[in-house]
């Protein structure tokens, strides 16, 4: 009997360390879940959260031009559906974690089989074709409003042409070049002024986006894309290339500055002027006219007329240098003519190997081109 009584009292110890074994376990997995769910959740925070200034983070869930908020209003209905999947496979997990965990008197148990089933046959086949055509027709509505979109008459014309590692910007109608900062007009719901965007390639793939303006479109060689915006509201946008193009694709960006129409027009009148002619840095301009630079780069008025490189006739009037690498002073004017690797490695901008007089006299020149 005593045996017996000791048997029985190891017996229900066992039972009971496998059982805190069994919820220990289960208990370890949910928070393990728990933990991955809390990751997502802070990484979307990350996604949406967006610091103000004048160089805010590009953010796809403050659209500011029907073209992006077509997409915003896209994204959060295919979010909508996806979070909703993602749920009820949650839910089915943890309700098979611990209903169907394992158990020490159950061991050599097989659980219950199920073999050709028709309705789960069914819901596994007609509930996914279900997502998958809903979503699709949903997207391509998208694409057709903003591919098909109409062009008014007041719109706005402008040829992005992506080379490695810079954008250049031609306005046809105005007679304007510039390179790596697009101003555009706002766009008035009562009076629209909607900027058209003719995407060309000089090399390899790039791709147009500014997230809060208008979605991905890629630049091909050989071939003509188009998108357009129509910003709501005054800014300062960023925007990049999209699709890998060589070593400098992580810095070709690019900056959309979104005027009233009275600035537009004052910037228009400023960059249809010639370039500073004036006679007090004549060194400076004998410099770049008499160097490599005039094969690769333009100057409005002399004998400049590269087109490899960004046209130069009102380069100071631009923010940055080197398609947003850098800010635009004379110190990183410098540097950048200098050794261009020490500001973007892999760029296809030559060192110069001026000397110091040379380099001095040139950087001169160039901050008369305003």
Known sequence: MGVTDHSYRQAQSVTTKNRRTEWGVVVSRAIGILVLVAGIFFAARLCVASPHGDNPIPNIFQPHSTPAASIYRLSVFVLAITGLIFLVVFC???????????????????????YGSTQIELAWTVIPILI???????????????????????????????HQ???????????????????????????????????????????????????????????????????????????????????????????????????????????????????????????????????????AGTNASGRFGPDLTHLMSRRTLASGAAQNTPENLRLWIQNPD?????????????????????????????
């Not at 089915?92 to 659980?111: G, T």
């Not at 409003?145 to 040829?159: N, R």
């Not at 791709?207 to 509201?233: A, C, Y």
């Not at 901008?349 to 380099?359: E, F, G, H, R, V």
Request: contains cysteine; glycine residues 6%; aromatic residues 8%.
């Open 92 to 114: 089915l997990l943890v309700y098979a974690i611990v209903k169907f965990r394992n158990r020490v008197a159950q061991d050599k148990r097989e659980p219950a089989q199920v």
């Open 132 to 162: 998958v055509v809903v979503l699709f027709l949903a997207t391509a509505r998208v694409i057709h409003g903003i591919q098909d979109a109409p062009k008014p008459t007041t719109s706005v014309e402008v040829t992005a042409i992506g």
């Open 165 to 299: 590692f810079w954008w250049e910007f031609r306005y046809p109608a105005l007679g304007i070049v510039t390179a790596n900062e697009l101003h555009i007009p706002v766009s008035d719901p009562a009076h629209p002024t909607p900027t058209f965007l003719k995407l060309l390639s000089a090399d390899t793939d790039h791709s147009f986006w500014v997230p809060q303006l208008v979605g991905k479109t890629d630049l091909i060689p050989n071939r003509v894309n188009e998108t357009w915006m129509d910003p709501h509201q005054t800014g300062v946008f960023l925007g990049q290339c999209a699709q890998y193009c060589g070593t400098q694709h992580a810095k070709m960006l690019l900056r959309v500055s979104v005027d009233d129409p009275e600035e537009f027009n004052a910037w228009v009148r400023a960059q249809k002027q010639p370039a500073n002619q004036g006679e007090k840095e004549i060194g400076g301009r004998r410099v770049f006219e008499t160097t490599a630079c005039i094969n690769c780069h333009a100057v």
């Open 342 to 370: 020490a500001v973007k490695p892999g760029s296809l901008m030559p060192a110069m190997k001026l000397s110091d007089a040379d380099l001095s006299a040139l950087v001169r020149y160039l901050e008369t081109l305003r």
